[in-house]
């Protein structure tokens, strides 16, 4: 068929009106016949790169379906984070049919190539009815090009990706740095648990009555009164969903000497962590602007005396989700100080045999698509965030079955930062790995 364009092409070049108008003729039907028998999944394939790309408007490629789930700002805003993370959208990479109307579908950016899945109508229309991207692979990425990028990010960044030993590691910014890393200081509660138990002063399977209430994130702040839970379930929660609560009543359970313990052991600075707060102490602290101001003043021994008088009975939520919504609330002066190596040490104390259940519990949750999984032996996650702190960190195994660790903290006192920022730039270290 591109035969007979090309001859079509020459024949205008070189022929007579007549036999212009009949390579013409023949140049067109070929034309027509390539559309006719075009696949309408590769042609609506092409034709998200182009919206994506802002050349096609997302009403003639999405179905109305589609779009009141997911709006055409929402697509732009996707994309220009993952153009962000990735570089520029390309091209589609492959299409492979699953059905008449679904394929698994890749895309090419710069850095990345983008998979998923996409649907479109059984009808003439052939609009696109489904699109989800489930993971990316690095294309010629390297740990020179991925620093470069943590790097430029706007605030204060650290990172350490290698091994769990701290020798030769692949990329390695800020990491002597304290950084805020929010909920990730739940790590040194399920540490602090593990070690709790080889010590039997706890097992897993202990039942505790839920008497801790924080705020969200989580479930349990919302459960009744002594609801009887184990230190399994606890823990699970505390890791898979971020559970404050669930924290809060493990830090109860093993007392707060105990957690500053283990934030000792990892090489923990004493101030301005300690002393260890709970989440609802947290929380508390900064939905104040008075006891705030307080606290951040005081030193040591006058922080703890002042979390002596916290109010027993807990601030309204609807007072802590404002006070939360907004700019970042005194990251640099109130929060879970914790330096890229010093979260390597943490992990270290979590790679032996006697902490195989406390790994369980961190691979609930990977942070990342299950794809990822196929990279690795093992791998376990916890992040942490709130306005201006982000926080991601992996314990992993390779299949060569060395231990390593990949840490990144991104803090900004003044702004709030992006998670799917951050989670590329996590995605495609971890896509290093052979």
């Known amino acids: 068929m591109r035969k007979i364009v090309l001859l079509g092409i020459a024949s205008i070049l070189l022929c007579s009106t007549a036999e212009r108008a009949l390579a013409e003729s023949i140049q067109k039907d070929a034309s ?4 006719a028998s075009a696949d309408p999944l590769r042609v609506k394939a092409d034709a998200i790169v182009m919206v994506l790309n802002g050349k096609l408007p997302a009403k003639d490629v999405f179905s109305p379906e589609f779009l009141a789930q997911v709006s055409p700002s929402q697509l732009s805003a996707l994309q220009t984070q993952l153009v962000a993370a990735y570089g520029p959208l390309q091209a589609v990479e492959s299409i ?17 190539i983008g998979s998923g899945v996409m649907t479109i109508a059984p009808d003439a229309s052939h609009l696109v009815t489904g699109l989800r991207l489930t993971s990316f692979e690095a294309v ?27 020798e030769r590691p692949l990329i390695s910014i800020n990491v002597d740095r304290p950084m805020a890393v929010g909920s990730a200081f739940k790590l040194y509660v399920l540490s602090a648990l593990s070690n709790s138990i080889k010590a039997d002063q706890h097992r897993w399977n202990d039942v505790v009555p839920l008497t801790a209430k924080s705020y969200p994130s989580g479930l349990l702040q919302a ?21 404050n609560t669930a924290a809060d009543q493990l830090i109860a359970l093993l007392g707060r000497n105990v957690v500053e313990q283990e934030y000792a052991a990892s090489g923990g600075a004493s101030e301005p962590t300690l002393p ?39 601030m309204p939520q609807e007072q802590v989700i404002s006070a939360f919504s907004g700019k970042p609330v005194a990251i640099d002066r109130i929060e879970w100080f914790v330096s890229a190596d010093q979260m390597r040490k ?9 902490s195989a259940k406390a790994r369980e519990i961190m691979a609930i949750n990977i942070g990342v698509g299950d794809d990822m999984r196929k990279h690795w032996n093992y791998i376990g996650y916890k992040g942490g965030s709130e306005p201006g702190v982000l926080d991601m960190t992996w314990l992993l195994q390779s299949k060569s079955g060395d231990w390593r660790i990949l840490t990144l903290a991104w803090n900004d006192q003044n702004n709030a930062v992006a998670t799917d920022t951050l989670l590329a730039l996590g995605k495609r270290i971890l896509s290093l790995n052979d």
């Open 276 to 314: 260890f707060l709970t989440t609802r102490e947290m929380f508390t602290i900064k939905s104040d602007p008075t006891l705030l101001e307080a606290y951040a003043k005081a030193g040591e021994a006058a922080r703890r005396k002042l979390l002596q008088s916290l109010p027993k009975e807990r």
């Open 140 to 166: 010629d990425d390297t740990p020179a090009k991925i620093s470069a990028d943590i790097k430029a990010l706007p605030g204060t960044v650290s990172a350490y990706y290698g091994p769990l030993d701290g």
């Open 32 to 35: 027509q016949s390539q559309v």
């Open 346 to 354: 943490l992990l270290q104390r979590l790679t032996g045999p006697d």
């Open 223 to 243: 459960w009744p009164k002594d609801s009887p839970l184990t230190v399994q379930s606890l823990a699970s929660l505390m890791i898979q969903i971020s559970d």
């Open 96 to 112: 492979t049919k699953t059905g008449d109307f679904s394929a698994n579908i890749a895309f090419r950016y710069e850095k990345a």
